[in-house]
């Protein structure tokens, strides 16, 4: 007598298919996380400004995103409190900790869950909304946050000297609105 699940009957049929569907999810997962990830090494390895002919790193260390500025910033204050938003705006947010802790409790809790359990497939595609609704809107505050940024260099610029060149990656909005963009962006006009 042989075994219902054995090497010569196979694996039974639901249990391939969710081994197909876990692996297709995990590809995926792995390539879109490939995809981004050298976008975000440019964007945090390269960031410099010109000043007065010298190269200044914007970012002189990870805790402090814009310091490498202010020595010169802090000469204006309506520049002063752009960078200081700025600053502000770059501080982990509790909100996204606990939707990604949430979303990664629901995938675990799928993955963990009886094969036969109802409750399986909901709190997978459950997490891994979460966790992909959560990424996109911590990009959509990291870019907006941006813009203090920006906006601290040019209200500088209005008033100062030597002036800050400043260009994190692209050579005017138009062009950067024209690319693949993976977060939400908004912009409006009176």
Not at 54 to 76: A, C, I, M, P
Request: hydrophobic share 40%; charged share 20%.
């Amino acid at each position: 007598m042989t075994a219902p699940y054995g090497p010569e009957v196979g694996f039974p049929i639901e249990l391939r298919l969710m081994i197909s569907n876990t692996l297709r999810i995990f590809f995926l997962a792995i390539a879109l996380f490939l995809a981004i990830t050298p976008s975000f090494a440019v964007e945090t390895c390269s960031r410099i400004a010109v000043i007065n002919y010298q190269e200044v790193l914007v970012d002189t260390n990870s805790t402090e995103k814009g310091e490498g500025l202010r020595y010169h910033l802090e000469k204006d204050p309506v520049a002063k409190s752009y960078l200081d938003k700025y600053q502000e705006g770059t501080q982990i947010h509790w909100e996204n900790a606990v939707m990604g802790t949430l979303g990664t409790g629901l995938m675990i809790g799928g993955i963990l869950a009886q094969d036969d359990s109802t409750s399986r497939t909901p709190m997978l595609i459950g997490g891994a909304t979460i966790m992909i609704i959560n990424f996109l809107v911590a990009k959509t505050f990291e870019n907006s946050n941006e813009e203090n940024l920006n906006k601290a260099i040019e209200e500088y610029n209005k008033r100062n000297l030597p002036k800050i060149y400043f260009n994190p990656g692209q050579s005017s909005r138009k062009d950067r609105d024209n690319g693949v963009s993976f977060l939400l962006n908004k912009t409006w006009t009176f």
